[in-house]
C-alpha cells in the first residue's frame, strides 16, 4: 500500500468518525479535502453525498449520490440514500426504482425495505427515513457471502488494501507483532553489546543500521505476512472475518475494469459490495 493510499484511509476513518458523532460541518469539509486530492474516491463522494443531505441540500446531495452510484453500481447503502435524496425532490419515480434497485443488490437491507414500504405505502408522501444509510454492515452476514467473497478474492476480482499500523496493533484480531519480537530483542542486543565495546558512536550507528534494516526488511516482510493471513485466515472464517471488518483498517478493491468501486471498513457494506458481483455474474449467466 503506497502512503497516499495510507492516508486517504486515516482520512477517511477521521472524517467518518466526525460523521457518526454528528458534527456534520467538519465531516464534509473533511469529505471535501480527501476529494480535492482524491476526486474519484467513491467513499468519500458517497458520504458527502449522505452529509449534504443531512444538512438539507437535497440537490447536491442527488447529484452527489449519483455520481457515487456510478463508481459503487451495487452498492445497496449509495442507493437508499440516493432514494431519499430523490424523494426529497419530488422525483418519485426515481426514488422508487432506486430503493427497488437497492433490494436486488441486499434483498434484506433494512432501510431500503422501510422506505419503499413507506414511500408505497402513502403514494409518494411518505415521512422521511430517521437517517440515512451511513454505510453500516447488516447484522445478518451470511457465510455464503463471505464464501462468495473470499473466492472473488481468489479469482483476482477483489482485492484488499489495508492499514499496517492498525492491524498489527495489540487489540487486532489479526495481530502479529510477535512475528518480529525476535528481531527486536536481537537488534536490543547487538545495540546494546555495541554501546558497551565500541562506544556511543558505534552503537548509534549499529542501531540507526538495524533500524533501517527493519524497515527496508522487518517491514515488507509484516505486510506480506499479514496479508497472506488475512486472505488465508479470516475469509476463511466467519467470526474472525467479522470481528476483523468491524475493527476496520481494511479496504476491498475491485480489480474488474467493468465495475470499479471500493467498501472501506469499518462502515462500507461489505456485503452488498460482494453480492453485486455476484448479481452481475448471474446476469451475465442468464
Given at each position: 500500500?503506497?502512503?497516499?493510499?495510507?492516508?486517504?484511509?486515516?482520512?477517511?476513518a477521521a472524517?467518518?468518525?466526525?460523521h457518526r458523532?454528528?458534527?456534520?460541518?467538519?465531516?464534509?469539509?473533511?469529505?471535501?479535502?480527501?476529494?480535492?486530492?482524491?476526486?474519484?474516491?467513491?467513499?468519500?463522494?458517497?458520504l458527502?453525498?449522505?452529509?449534504?443531505?443531512?444538512?438539507?441540500?437535497?440537490?447536491?446531495?442527488?447529484?452527489?449520490?449519483?455520481?457515487?452510484?456510478?463508481?459503487?453500481?451495487?452498492?445497496?447503502?449509495?442507493?437508499?440514500?440516493?432514494g431519499?435524496?430523490?424523494?426529497?425532490?419530488?422525483?418519485h419515480?426515481?426514488a422508487?426504482?432506486?430503493?427497488?434497485?437497492?433490494?436486488?443488490?441486499?434483498?434484506d437491507?433494512?432501510?431500503?425495505?422501510?422506505?419503499?414500504?413507506?414511500?408505497?405505502?402513502?403514494?409518494?408522501?411518505?415521512?422521511?427515513?430517521?437517517?440515512?444509510?451511513?454505510a453500516?454492515?447488516?447484522?445478518?452476514?451470511?457465510?455464503?457471502?463471505?464464501?462468495?467473497l473470499k473466492?472473488?478474492v481468489?479469482?483476482?476480482?477483489?482485492?484488499?488494501?489495508?492499514?499496517?499500523?492498525?492491524?498489527?496493533?495489540?487489540?487486532?484480531?489479526?495481530?502479529?507483532?510477535?512475528?518480529?519480537?525476535?528481531?527486536?530483542?536481537?537488534l536490543?542486543?547487538?545495540?546494546?553489546?555495541?554501546?558497551?565495546?565500541?562506544?556511543?558512536?558505534?552503537?548509534i550507528?549499529?542501531?540507526?543500521?538495524?533500524?533501517?534494516?527493519?524497515?527496508?526488511?522487518?517491514?515488507?516482510?509484516?505486510r506480506?505476512?499479514?496479508?497472506?493471513r488475512?486472505?488465508?485466515?479470516?475469509?476463511?472464517?466467519?467470526?474472525?472475518?467479522?470481528?476483523?471488518?468491524?475493527f476496520?483498517?481494511?479496504?476491498?478493491?475491485?480489480?474488474?475494469p467493468?465495475?470499479p468501486?471500493?467498501?472501506v471498513?469499518?462502515?462500507?457494506?461489505?456485503?452488498?459490495?460482494?453480492?453485486?458481483?455476484?448479481?452481475?455474474?448471474?446476469?451475465?449467466?442468464d
Open positions: 500500500m503506497t502512503g497516499s493510499v495510507l492516508e486517504t484511509a486515516s482520512a477517511l472524517a467518518q468518525a466526525r458523532a454528528g458534527e456534520i460541518a467538519e465531516a464534509i469539509a473533511a469529505y471535501r479535502d480527501i476529494l480535492a486530492r482524491e476526486p474519484d474516491n467513491p467513499t468519500a463522494v458517497h458527502l453525498g449522505v452529509a449534504s443531505l443531512q444538512t438539507g441540500d437535497a440537490e447536491a446531495a442527488a447529484g452527489l449520490l449519483e455520481r457515487a452510484q456510478r463508481l459503487m453500481p451495487a452498492n445497496a447503502d449509495v442507493l437508499n440514500n440516493l431519499e435524496a430523490l424523494r426529497v425532490l419530488g422525483r419515480d426515481e422508487i426504482n432506486a430503493y427497488r434497485a437497492a433490494l436486488v443488490v441486499a434483498p437491507h433494512a432501510g431500503a425495505v422501510g422506505n419503499l414500504a413507506r414511500y408505497e405505502g402513502s403514494g409518494g408522501d411518505a415521512t422521511p427515513a430517521a437517517e440515512p444509510s451511513l453500516r454492515p447488516r447484522a445478518k452476514e451470511e457465510p455464503n457471502t463471505r464464501a462468495a473466492a472473488l481468489d479469482s483476482g476480482r477483489i482485492d484488499f488494501a489495508f492499514d499496517l499500523a492498525r492491524l498489527d496493533s495489540m487489540d487486532s484480531p489479526v495481530a502479529m507483532q510477535s512475528d518480529l519480537a525476535k528481531y527486536f530483542i536481537l536490543i542486543v547487538v545495540a546494546g553489546l555495541a554501546f558497551w565495546f565500541g562506544g556511543l558512536w558505534i552503537g550507528a549499529t542501531t540507526l543500521v538495524g533500524v533501517g534494516i527493519y524497515q527496508m526488511l522487518g517491514r515488507p516482510y509484516q506480506r505476512r499479514l496479508y497472506a488475512i486472505r488465508a485466515e479470516a475469509l476463511a472464517d466467519d467470526l474472525l472475518w467479522r470481528q476483523l471488518w468491524r476496520g483498517g481494511l479496504r476491498l478493491i475491485s480489480r474488474d467493468a465495475r468501486g471500493e467498501c471498513a469499518p462502515d462500507g457494506d461489505w456485503i452488498g459490495f460482494t453480492r453485486g458481483f455476484a448479481v452481475e455474474s448471474q446476469g451475465a449467466k
